[in-house]
């Protein structure tokens, strides 16, 4: 999760639980960076995930020798769900940068030239397409029919052929940057070797 702290924290440490005879905990903090606070102090804000390890007198090394197995273990209990191999992990990542492009998609409608806001979600794309493509194949038989769509929250309306279709490309133009970069977030998930390389794999979709 991410956290906010005066410091930069170390990237591993371990100790033991005063409350927990013979446990330690292991923590991870990366991917630090600096932010600027109220009265221009400086924090940092990093992706922390801690976990729960027999504790001992060897408690320092056992931790740099498994570093990569408790960090998934660690990430693992963060999401819920065991994490046994970098794959795992990745799998996961690619799930969320999918997961974060459909939720900003759905948050963030497009304003077209007529003031209104109209859904970009993967499926009112492919209801705009099709509605688009049916209204081709009925001019092209010389049936009439209307088309008709719906800005969001409101009634669907008629709409001209042109009037919608540049509205659809509209909504294409917006959509794609976004749509690319979950493609790189994906390409550098499946190129990451390491668990800490495919935790430092980031996407922004504003």
Request: glycine fraction near 4%.
């Amino acid at each position: 999760m991410k956290v906010h702290g005066d410091n930069k924290p170390e990237k591993i440490s371990a100790n033991s639980q005063p409350n927990k005879l013979g446990r330690a905990w292991v923590r991870f903090c990366l991917n630090p960076q600096e932010e600027t606070l109220e009265n221009d102090r400086t924090g940092w804000v990093y992706d922390e995930y801690v976990t729960e390890i027999a504790d001992g007198d060897d408690l320092q090394e056992r931790v740099a020798a498994q570093a990569d197995a408790l960090l998934l273990q660690a990430v693992g209990e963060e999401y819920g769900t065991p994490m046994t191999s970098v794959n795992d992990l990745r799998e996961q990542r690619i799930a969320d940068s999918k997961a974060d492009l459909a939720a900003w998609l759905a948050d963030n409608p497009l304003t077209w030239t007529d003031g209104k806001k109209y859904a970009v979600t993967s499926e009112k794309q492919a209801q705009l397409t099709s509605a688009l493509a049916v209204q081709q194949v009925a001019e092209s038989a010389g049936v009439e029919r209307e088309l008709r769509w719906n800005s969001t929250g409101d009634e669907c309306t008629v709409w001209q052929y042109a009037d919608l279709c540049a509205l659809a490309l509209a909504i294409a133009a917006y959509v794609e940057p976004r749509v690319s970069i979950q493609q790189a977030a994906e390409v550098d998930l499946r190129n990451a070797a390491t668990a800490e390389e495919v935790l430092s794999v980031a996407w922004n979709y504003a």
